[in-house]
């Protein structure tokens, strides 16, 4: 079995170390110490911890988003925007994600979407390419 260190953990999670250290602490995220006497979280008890977080919300609460099928929803800030004649790029940081997506212009315009403004990039694709890390 594989375990992460609480800092991994804290990366996948999309949270600090110091917030895992709390959900450990409070029992809420079940952890073992190492030979080093350093934390660990077994990769499937953080696998379920990260389903039912998932199904808690965002970690700030609702934020009012609409619902939507597009399981796959990156929140975060948009760090730049190129608007051209018919159609613009947008980028947006969510996390230690950047994700760009082309949309049109007026889009752009109708959301507001301006360097610096919250945002959320929902990706729903008909092809998921997994890696092993």
């Known amino acids: 079995m594989r375990f992460y260190s609480m800092g991994r953990a804290a990366r996948l999670l999309g949270v600090s170390a110091d917030t895992v250290r709390r959900w450990a602490d409070n029992g809420r995220l079940p952890t073992r110490r190492d ?49 051209g004649d018919v159609a613009a790029q947008v980028e947006i940081q969510a996390g230690p994600h950047r994700l760009v997506s082309l949309v049109t212009r007026e889009a752009v315009e109708e959301l507001g979407l301006t360097v610096g403004e919250e945002a959320v990039a929902r990706v729903k694709a008909t092809s998921v390419h997994v890696d092993r890390m």
């Open 35 to 83: 030979e080093a006497g350093k934390r660990q979280v077994a990769g499937e008890d953080l696998a379920a911890f990260a389903v039912a977080l998932g199904a808690e919300g965002a970690p700030g609460g609702d934020l009012g988003e609409p619902h939507t099928s597009a399981r796959n929803a990156f929140p975060g800030i948009v760090t730049k925007v190129t608007v």
